[in-house]
């Protein structure tokens, strides 16, 4: 499922998973997981999303640093690492400096040749983790806004956080092309009125049929000519 979009206003990515891989980050710490690393790594995202899910279905007030850390407590304790302080400091800060995908640089860099269509992040992470982890991957300048779900006191798939974008930008949900790798992010971004734009890196099984995307993509370096035939990525 690949077209042309239509005109866009705006352009807003997630971060971890689409932007920012936090995979490798847990990985680049590979020499102290004794070969449990992927492992590591899945459970600590799928517990990150669980633990961010729970806060806003049970209206607690907590910064995703903290979940974020609750999250790596629970994966190094379900594989063996429970008392290892050194390491959770080493993770937490490796996933402040998690590295960009390959393909993320280039996109991003033809996205900002058009200036009359800004290029955001929206992310559930904190403001200082978004800037943290742009900053690290020289992608900060490439950004017109990072946009965090803090101000609103509760997660994607919030319908709150969506809407930080077309405020921010004053355009409508439906001129805002939104790219996410998490086919959950994509069908809340969906059901907000956004084009939608399922970044597949890995050719996994669609989900949620009734929130579908308006596009699928299998890498960054598809996006610019989705958003505007013919554009080219250096």
């Excluded at 999303?49 to 999250?71: C, D, N, S």
């Excluded at 800037?131 to 950004?143: N, P």
């Excluded at 994607?156 to 930008?169: D, E, G, H, I, T």
């Amino acid at each position: 499922m690949s077209r042309t979009l239509g005109p866009v206003r705006a352009v807003v990515l997630s971060g971890h998973g689409t932007v920012f891989d936090s995979t490798a980050a847990v990985l680049a710490a590979g020499d102290a997981l004794d070969g449990r690393g992927e492992a590591l790594a899945a459970l600590w995202q799928t517990k990150r999303f669980e633990y961010a899910w729970i806060a806003t279905a049970t209206g607690r007030k907590v910064e995703l640093w903290q979940i974020t850390g609750e999250a790596l407590d629970h994966a190094l304790g379900a594989l063996g690492f429970a008392h290892d302080r050194l390491l959770r400091a080493r993770l937490m800060q490796g996933l402040l400096q998690a590295p960009p995908f390959a393909d993320a640089r280039p996109a991003l860099s033809a996205l900002a040749g058009n200036r009359a269509r800004p290029v955001a992040l929206l992310t559930n992470a904190s403001a200082m983790m978004a800037t943290a982890t742009a900053k690290a991957g020289e992608l900060f300048s490439l950004f017109d806004a990072l946009l965090s779900a803090e101000p609103t006191g509760v997660f994607k798939p919030s319908p709150a956080v969506y809407q930080l974008a077309p405020a921010r930008f004053g355009v409508a949900p439906a001129e805002i092309a939104y790219v996410s790798a998490h086919a959950w992010d994509v069908a809340g971004a969906a059901l907000a009125g956004m084009r939608a734009i399922w970044l597949n890196r890995a050719g996994a099984l669609g989900e949620f049929a009734w929130a579908p995307p308006a596009a699928e993509i299998d890498t960054l370096l598809a996006l610019p000519d989705l958003l505007e035939p013919g554009q080219k990525v250096a």
